[in-house]
């Protein structure tokens, strides 16, 4: 009777244990907006070991995952809820135990032995040191090679990774980046492709450059000038070997030495090295400083947008290609530009896409990069000054004012493209691929009503023809896919303001647009300038006024504009008639 009792109390203490240690399913997600269904079944580390559906192991670090996912697994693990290590097998979800039975007492028992048997244990697995390369006394290979004219003792004073001497500020490149290279970058890394696929540094944080190392990650900065407290840097090259956050985690603990080489470094002012490129390689130059490609742009380009704008590999037996037909890993791809043509104009940042789409507000559904955030108000800068700069692949002799205007150029116009004999829209036509049909789907979720001009044209009619009054400038978002096929665009009597103005002064090859009934104003009259080959509008019954004419008369490809029922005054036309002579215009 009592070992019946004993049995069924551990029988208990086990279903309660297994109930208590299995997660249920929830969606995990990244900041990025990728998701993942499972459930947590183990950690090891700042790494959790995530089970789905189907029985397959997923490994997450931490930090790849949202705020609210990282509290939700720190809480559970805290509440060991989640048991630490890696399972040998996967316990079955909550939905999936039942009570023991008493057909199941040979397993309960020999489960209850084990438990009885288990013994706590406090050993700590260290990892092995790193094995360090020495060469036997007067190896030829133990020598550090001397130029000419130096002495041996100035030349290993300023070898890369030799230890500064007793009272020797610390230099950067010299005496630090050595050892991050030596023991953090095979975590901390620029980005990289592997096999078709590209491998980002862990927690966002790089340590290639001092840029880098200063710019810290999501979480902030990692070194703080004189302060060894703030510097994560620091602490946690400190930690006992056993806590989660002790780095590095492979290879064993930083020497002593090279410790103190980084808090000399912190406490001296954590400041770039003299001479070299560190300071700005893979991050901001200096104001005085002109841009370079390879230094300042194409790192960025890594970071940023390589994840969409790389080379084609392949992924599963299918060649995945670089999104918009546009590479930026190579200064001859980034001026190439893709089928839409070129994103770069030397010179002139107003009329470089590149310098548009980063520019753009942020719930802009044509924003760029359309992950992980907008660039830095430095990172705009830096590429609008490359730009002013002529765009070249070598930094250029004097560094360019920002805020100097853009250089004067011939501007592309209808006459220009088009001969007699041939149509605008024939020629129009030429510039532009055949949408796909997943594009123009997409385009007519929004309600819209899109149409081929003739059956073998990429040119398209974008309306509105039902349900007018519902539409918004949202809806406009839908047509990013075609933007360069609509030739005409009608949104006339729906809801959109001048906000939608911005996406419609993007389509290259718009020719007809009519703004008829809506809330259109002088500002977003502004944003259509650049539509080179735009020659009907339709401003009817807008909120257009007089000061949209100097708007309108430098729109020269113009040749029917309708303004009835506007704010535009009598005088208003007249000024305009009087700019544009040849253009038809219905006041």
């Not at 949202?66 to 939700?72: G, I, L």
Request: hydrophobic share 35%; proline share 8%; with cysteine.
């Amino acid at each position: 009777m009592i070992k019946k009792s004993l049995f069924l109390f551990c029988s208990l203490i086990i279903f309660t244990s297994l109930v208590c240690a299995s997660e249920p399913f929830r969606i995990f997600k990244t900041p990025q907006g990728q998701s993942l269904e499972g459930r947590a079944v183990g950690y090891e580390g700042q790494t959790f070991i995530l089970a789905d559906k189907s029985g397959k192991l997923v490994q997450v670090p931490l930090r790849a995952l949202s705020v609210e996912d990282q509290t939700y697994l720190i809480k559970a693990a805290q509440a060991n809820k989640i048991p630490r290590g890696r399972p040998s097998s996967i316990p079955p979800p909550p939905s999936q135990i039942t009570t023991p039975s008493a057909e199941s007492s040979e397993v309960v028992s020999k489960e209850v032995d084990l438990l009885l048997d288990e013994k706590p244990t406090d050993i700590v697995h260290k990892p092995p040191a790193p094995k360090k390369v020495t060469f036997r006394p007067g190896s030829f290979f133990g020598h550090v090679p001397v130029p000419l004219g130096v002495s041996p003792e100035e030349a290993l004073a300023k070898a890369v990774g030799a230890k500064p001497k007793p009272g020797e500020a610390i230099d950067f490149d010299r005496h630090v980046l050595p050892i991050l290279k030596e023991r953090c970058n095979s975590c901390h890394h620029a980005p990289f492709d592997r096999s078709g696929r590209l491998v980002n540094p862990k927690a966002s944080l790089r340590f290639d450059t001092f840029a880098q190392v200063m710019k810290g990650n999501l979480d902030g900065p990692v070194v703080v000038a004189n302060d060894l407290e703030k510097s994560r840097l620091y602490s946690v090259l400190n930690l006992p070997e056993d806590d989660d956050l002790f780095m590095p985690p492979k290879g064993g603990p930083v020497d002593e030495d090279q410790i103190d080489i980084i808090k000399r470094w912190i406490m001296e002012g954590a400041k770039p090295s003299k001479d070299g490129i560190s300071a700005t390689k893979g991050g901001i130059p200096a104001p005085d400083e002109p841009v370079s490609f390879h230094n300042h742009i194409l790192p960025l380009f890594e970071q940023k947008c390589m994840e969409c704008h790389g080379a084609p590999f392949v992924k599963n037996s299918r060649t995945i290609k670089p999104r918009a037909g546009l590479r930026l890993d190579t200064y001859e791809w980034v001026l190439k530009g893709n089928l839409d043509g070129k994103i770069v104009t030397p010179g002139d940042h107003t009329d470089s896409t590149l310098h548009r789409v980063i520019t753009l507000a942020d719930d802009d559904p044509e924003i760029m990069p359309p992950k992980g955030g907008p660039l830095s108000g430095d990172e705009i800068t830096m590429i609008k000054r490359w730009i002013l700069e002529g765009a070249s692949e070598q930094p250029a002799a004097e560094a360019a004012d920002p805020n100097a205007p853009p250089k004067v150029k011939k501007v592309e116009t209808v006459a220009a493209i088009v001969d007699k004999k041939t149509s605008i829209l024939d020629q129009l036509a030429k510039r532009a691929s055949t949408p796909s049909k997943s594009s123009l789907l997409a385009a007519e979720k929004t309600g819209a009503l899109v149409r081929q001009l003739a059956e073998k044209s990429p040119l398209v009619r974008a309306e509105f023809s039902s349900f007018a009054s519902e539409v918004k400038d949202e809806n406009l978002g839908a047509f990013s896919g075609i933007k360069n096929n609509i030739s005409h665009l009608d949104v006339s009597r729906t809801k959109i303001t001048d906000r939608s103005m911005s996406l419609a002064g993007s389509y290259p090859n718009l020719n007809w647009i009519s703004l008829r009934n809506t809330k259109i104003t002088d500002n977003g009259l502004t944003q259509l300038t650049k539509l080179q080959f735009l020659q009907y509008i339709n401003l009817s019954g807008t909120q257009v006024t007089d000061k949209c004419i100097s708007t309108l008369a430098s729109m020269k490809s113009l040749n029917e504009i309708y303004l009835w029922n506007s704010q535009v005054t009598e005088s208003g036309a007249k000024k305009l008639r009087e700019s544009l002579p040849d253009a038809k215009i219905i006041f």
